[in-house]
């Protein structure tokens, strides 16, 4: 009995132990994930010289006038409206022209599926460098440079490929039985994409939300060649005015960095438990 109970104190202990260096390595991670973030928005309370003075250290007389100026400098307040609307715009499109096509693309099979299916795939292997010089030759000839319109449909292009992946084979999971019973029925297949397609694939939708929201919001490259007009740019070319002859202006610079992270971070706040539902979910459904 002594030795049993022996072993069982000592499956407690490693048990204990080990549950310790799980909780002491997330610790770690979670710490070297939020440091940085805290770190930024701590200086961005300090003035150019505090923070030369003392990197690490909180702000003696913390400030908001390097946020006041940072927006006036930086026009955040024209530049912040348009991120919203490429944002949404974009993500919107992406995840309803994502969603059609793989219902198209799962359950709808001809001899012409596995050839446009692969001509989209392949778009996934394209960096934004390489389309750089095609896409502003393009939106030219179009005669659509600067306007909203290039940027949006040029977004939703660029997340189409890993959208439409990504749909569709989550949307091979669903039984073809679903559609089937449905045609039966007399629905025709804009219905059946509305009325069951889009409401069983709320999973698969919400990690293209999660991955569009944040590229779109965060993306340079590929506006800063869409658009030359101040009122058409997006808060990402504002940043990056003081990256010039303001790079050294620390405080400032912060405080524009703070600016263009918090939407994000309110975003992660506001709709964790759906993120992260929406990610399993689809995970368990693939």
Excluded: H
Excluded at 6 to 26: C, F, N, Q
Aim: net charge positive; charged share 15%.
């Amino acid at each position: 009995m002594s030795e049993a109970i022996r072993e069982s104190r000592l499956k407690k202990t490693l048990s204990t132990l080990g549950r310790g260096a799980v909780y002491i390595v997330m610790g770690l991670f979670a710490f070297m994930t939020l440091y940085p973030i805290f770190w930024l928005i701590m200086n961005s309370f300090k003035t150019t010289r505090e923070f030369q003075v003392s990197q690490l250290a909180l702000p003696r007389a913390a400030t908001l006038q390097n946020y006041v100026e940072a927006w006036k400098m930086g026009e955040f307040g024209l530049l912040f409206p348009n991120s919203i609307i490429y944002t949404l715009g974009a993500t919107a499109g992406i995840i309803f022209l994502s969603l059609m096509a793989g219902f198209a693309f799962a359950k709808l099979k001809s001899k012409a599926t596995k050839p446009i299916y692969n001509s989209f795939i392949i778009g996934i292997l394209l960096t934004t460098q390489t389309l750089m010089i095609p896409l502003f030759l393009e939106v030219n000839l179009l005669g659509i440079y600067n306007t909203r319109l290039a940027v949006l449909l040029v977004y939703i292009g660029a997340g189409l490929p890993i959208g439409i992946y990504l749909s569709t084979e989550y949307i091979k999971a669903i039984p073809s039985a679903v559609v089937e019973s449905a045609r039966i029925d007399g629905a025709g297949f804009f219905k059946i994409l509305l009325k069951i397609i889009i409401p069983m694939s709320v999973p698969v939708a919400t990690t293209l939300a999660m991955l569009n929201i944040t590229n779109t919001w965060n993306e340079f490259a590929l506006i800063n060649i869409l658009v030359s007009k101040t009122e058409l740019k997006s808060l990402p070319l504002g940043i990056y005015k003081f990256s010039g002859s303001l790079s050294t202006d620390y405080g400032k610079q912060f405080a524009a960095l703070t600016i263009g992270m918090v939407p994000m971070l309110v975003f992660y706040v506001i709709f964790r438990k759906q993120i992260t539902k929406g990610v399993a979910a689809g995970a368990i459904k693939g």
